[in-house]
């Protein structure tokens, strides 16, 4: 109270109804503090003159001090403009355009070597046909041994493991340089190769791991990007500049990388995402025009639609045509791609002789895609001799092939889709089927390859032939305001590839994507259309490509909450939830520790208070645990205290009484726990191994244990440990951040002293057995002490709307603090998809009966029946807990306070309160209680009916 009466009375205060004022003058207050303070500084400056004026020594030190925080000012500026957002996604944008262009001009030239090779053979029909097929079975080959050796996690498109990854869910070695290489590699000789596989997908990935480097690297200026939260938010980044600078749509990329792998997008990453991903596709067109692959900076498949009159409205339902066919083709294509890996798995015999011959399958798709294609067989009916991107240029073309008398070879790319004795449609039709199959078995290929090119040609091929058909339907065109306007194929090809590729991967932002790749927004309206037809047909049959592949590969992803499962909006969080939680109390033994570890192979464990009280602290990873059981146990620990106790024994005297080997040992001080062993390997992480922590058994310090980390230096030469500055982030963070070190920390490293092992095996185990059995102390432990925590009726939607939100891989159910359970992704998944089989516990038929009562009997105002239906209950319960403990007791007085109305207590089972039928029919209920239960099972059954014909016919629906 004086501290505050103080103020008050010097400036003498108000209190007011909105701010309170001040009645004396505060500036004359001021005037005498500055006054006071400006005589302080005089008097320093006095005294400081006479000692620089004795030794010129000290006036240098000060000078070199001076520059010395010169420097460290100038390293503070440097290192902080260096770790802003702007450098490291300009950084990421340069990369990935560097990357994209090196990959598109080694593939053309790869493609340039291959039509090479086979005109060169033109009058020999066999050479050319062993050269066809060869050439690209000798690249697919190579990507497949290659991506095995260096990194087989970059097999395949790589979005549906960043949707999982970005999901919260670790994947091993996924976002590695090793997979990066391999990526990149596999996928340019893949391409190169002329197959039907896709570039997008996979440089996503690729870009996504470009992202997680560079912000590890980032890290050394701005430890911002070592959060967790931040880590996402780059994947996003690398996810956008991924799609924008594959094709230089960064509208499209942006817009497509957030419907693919994000459920919930913050919105703060939106400028990030357009600023890489537009620098990235500027970057990639102007080395495009550099190489002279381009006049100037244009789109990558330019069209010359006419802007006046691009289409009528009697084309219109045309369009929806192309939509909903597309929708179709689209879930047609998903069940089959998932349903040829399956037939693989179910014939296990074949699964593992591919999986013993891995070459095998991918020589086999190969060659018989490359004998197919052949153009002098039959190739020659379906353009087998274009590449993917001559077909989609010569597909976006303005002439009408169906019309088109003049010479084939005046279309240039085009002439292949003209033949003397085949017809226009009969060609386009036998390469929509041909390639739609071997589409379907070539992104199964172990080999880095994605399904976005192959589908986005399927579909301007589709759209391509509706066009065609249109224009021989009205070969005089369309007659509007007296003018005749002939109907565009290439139109309707580009609204096909649009509605195709949106069906496939369940997106709306493929129509952006054409907009961009074409440079033109002529056909918007009809795109937009098709689009959205086109993903509603497909969204009611089956699940987007990359649902499909993390269902076939089981990865642990959340599947969507649908608005038509209402039985989902009934389940909480104690009907799903795991109850038999292995945790970490505060006053365990190490010995309890070292059990709980051999025994669980959970990452992260809970800790609680005590196992009584089973009040949640946190949480602690698992390494933290073993690396704080290894310390105290540690050799090096052993040794040391060993030496401390021979060093006690000889300086004390000896009194005739022998009281054990460990009776005399002294506090001993921490410092002399930080034992480092020069011959030790470092980890992983190339981290200093930290000291072994202290126990609890040898206080020295009285505010408790010093922090390991706290008993190293800051800084430490590369010389004196030659191992932990391998890479070139810890040496480039060696020289910024600790450029200007005191002289003092390099004497403060000691030497490890060397200490021999003088105790026997038995005397070993003796120690340790002793050891194990004292009280964990988690000073040096890193704890979590904020875990996400739900409570038991927290509902389902809810809890997945948390999940998808903030990315959560696990969640500690409490009530009041007190642990109950844990509800990891995997429950959450199996209740979702709604698998009693699988472990779900649903709720009981008279769950909602109960939870009314409940609400009912609180409250003041009872009715007479719901009084009844509580008595009977509570007798029940007593007579079972009567008969549990073999006394008869008399039945107790039905009470109507709230307090029997109350939820479980500690020990007793969630559900044992729950009704049964057998209890219900023991029960005599008679009057409007009788006829409401009646009523309620009337409705039960009623309901439980209709879902077992909702499963029922669930189940005969495909995977």
Not at 595 to 622: A, W, Y
Not at 718 to 729: A, D, E, I, M, V
Not at 911 to 929: F, H, I, N, Q, R
Request: proline share 6%; with cysteine; aromatic share 10%.
């Amino acid at each position: 109270m004086t501290g505050d009466a103080s103020p008050t009375k010097a400036f003498r205060y108000q209190q007011t109804l909105l701010y309170g004022q001040y009645t004396d003058q505060i500036t004359d207050f001021a005037e005498k503090e500055a006054a006071k303070l400006l005589n302080k500084k005089r008097a320093q400056k006095n005294n400081e003159r006479p000692l620089k004026r004795e030794s010129q020594v000290e006036i240098k030190e000060e000078h070199y001090s001076k520059c010395q925080d010169c420097a460290r000012r100038i390293q503070k500026y440097v290192t902080k403009k260096l770790g802003e957002d702007w450098i490291f996604l300009v950084l990421l944008g340069l990369v990935m355009a560097l990357v994209s262009w090196g990959m598109d001009y080694a593939s053309a030239k790869s493609l340039q070597a291959y039509k090479w090779m086979y005109r060169e053979l033109h009058p020999n029909v066999p050479m050319q046909y062993l050269a066809w097929v060869t050439y690209p079975l000798v690249l697919v080959l190579f990507a497949a041994i290659f991506c095995h050796l260096v990194s087989p996690q970059a097999v395949g498109s790589g979005i549906p493991e960043l949707k999982t990854i970005m999901r919260g869910v670790v994947l091993k070695e996924y976002l590695t340089l090793k997979a990066f290489v391999a990526k990149v590699v596999g996928l340019t000789a893949g391409l190169g190769s002329g197959m039907p596989v896709g570039k997008e997908g996979p440089f996503v990935h690729i870009a996504s791991i470009c992202a997680a480097v560079l912000s590890k690297f980032m890290s050394i200026f701005c430890g911002v990007y070592e959060q967790p939260y931040y880590y996402t938010d780059v994947l996003t980044v690398g996810c956008a500049v991924g799609v924008g600078c594959c094709f230089g749509t960064p509208l499209g990329g942006v817009l497509f990388s957030i419907e693919v792998t994000s459920t919930y997008f913050a919105v703060r990453n939106y400028w990030r995402g357009f600023f890489a991903a537009t620098f990235s596709a500027f970057i990639f067109r102007v080395l495009a025009v550099w190489n002279k692959d381009a006049v100037t900076i244009t789109a990558l498949f330019r069209t010359n639609f006419r802007m006046d009159f691009p289409f009528d409205l009697q084309e219109l339902p045309a369009f929806a045509v192309i939509g909903i066919c597309s929708g179709f083709l689209g879930a047609f294509f998903v069940y089959l791609n998932r349903q040829v890996v399956l037939c693989i798995r179910r014939h296990t015999a074949l699964s593992q002789f591919l999986t013993k011959y891995r070459l095998i399958y991918p020589g086999v798709i190969t060659f018989l895609i490359a004998t197919v294609t052949f153009p002098p067989g039959f190739g020659q009916f379906m353009a087998g001799e274009l590449m993917p991107r001559e077909a989609i240029s010569s597909l976006f073309d303005n002439y009408t092939w169906a019309k088109y008398t003049g010479d084939p070879q005046i279309l240039g790319k085009s002439a292949a889709w003209i033949h003397p004795k085949v017809s226009v449609f009969i060609i386009i039709l036998l390469f929509f089927l041909m390639k739609f199959w071997m589409s379907v078995i070539a992104t199964t290929m172990p080999i880095p390859c994605g399904g976005f090119m192959p589908v986005f040609v399927l579909g301007a091929a589709f759209g391509r032939l509706i066009g065609e058909i249109m224009a021989s339907l009205f070969p005089n065109g369309i007659l509007f305001d007296g003018i005749v306007y002939q109907i565009l194929p290439g139109g309707y090809a580009v609204i096909g590839a649009a509605a195709l590729t949106g069906a496939v991967s369940h997106t709306v932002s493929t129509a952006v994507i054409c907009f961009e790749l074409t440079g033109q927004i002529s056909h918007i309206l009809p795109m937009m259309v098709a689009v959205i037809l086109a993903n509603m047909v497909a969204q009611s049959l089956q699940p987007s490509l990359y649902d499909s592949i993390i269902q076939v590969k089981k990865l642990p992803y959340l599947p969507d909450l649908g608005w038509n499962h209402i039985s989902k909006y009934n389940i909480f969080v104690e009907d799903i939830m795991v109850q038999d939680v292995k945790f970490v109390s505060s006053d365990c033994k190490y010995r309890d520790l070292q059990t709980l570890l051999q025994s669980t192979t959970v990452k992260t464990l809970p800790l609680v208070d005590s196992p009584e009280t089973m009040i949640l602290l946190g949480s602690v990873e698992r390494s933290e645990l073993q690396a704080l059981l290894q310390r105290h146990i540690s050799p090096e620990r052993r040794r040391l205290l060993n030496r401390e106790m021979q060093q006690k024994l000889s300086e004390a005297p000896y009194d005739g009484h022998s009281k054990g080997p460990w009776a005399t040992l002294p506090k001993l001080k921490h410092e002399s726990f930080a034992y480092v062993d020069e011959d030790e390997d470092t980890d992983e992480k190339g981290e200093l191994p930290r000291p072994p922590s202290p126990t609890p058994s040898y206080p020295e310090e009285p505010n408790g244990p010093t922090s390991p980390l706290k008993q190293m230096p800051e800084t430490l030469e590369p010389q004196q440990l030659p191992g932990n500055f391998r890479s070139l982030r810890q040496l480039i963070q060696q020289l910024l951040c600790h450029y200007n070190r005191p002289l003092e920390t390099e004497s403060a490293v000691q030497e490890p002293v060397e200490v021999i092992e003088t105790m026997r095996p038995e005397e070993i185990d003796a120690w340790e057995q002793e050891e194990l059995n004292k009280n964990v102390c988690f000073d040096s432990c890193r704890i979590d002490p904020s875990p996400f925590q739900l409570v038991e009726r927290t509902s389902l939607h809810k809890t997945h709307t948390l999940f998808s939100l903030l990315g959560l891989s696990h969640a500690y159910v409490t009530s009041m603090g007190k642990l109950r359970g844990v509800l990891a992704l995997e429950e959450l998944q199996k209740a979702i998809e709604g698998s009693t089989r699988s472990g779900v516990r649903l709720r009981p038929p008279l769950a909602s009966f109960r939870d009314t009562n409940r609400t009912s009997i609180s409250s003041e105002k009872v009715s007479q029946a719901t009084q009844m239906w509580s008595r009977q209950d509570n007798c029940m319960v007593a007579a079972q807990q009567g008969a549990d403990l073999g006394t008869e007791s008399p039945l107790p007085p039905c009470s109507h306070s709230p307090q029997s109305s109350h939820l479980h207590e500690e020990g007793e089972v969630p559900c044992s309160t729950y009704a049964t039928d057998t209890e219900l029919d023991e029960m005599e209920l008679t009057g409007p209680v009788a006829e409401n239960i009646s009523d309620i099972l009337k409705d039960i059954s009623l309901r439980s009916t209709d879902l077992d014909e909702d499963e029922d016919e669930d189940e005969d629906v495909p995977l």
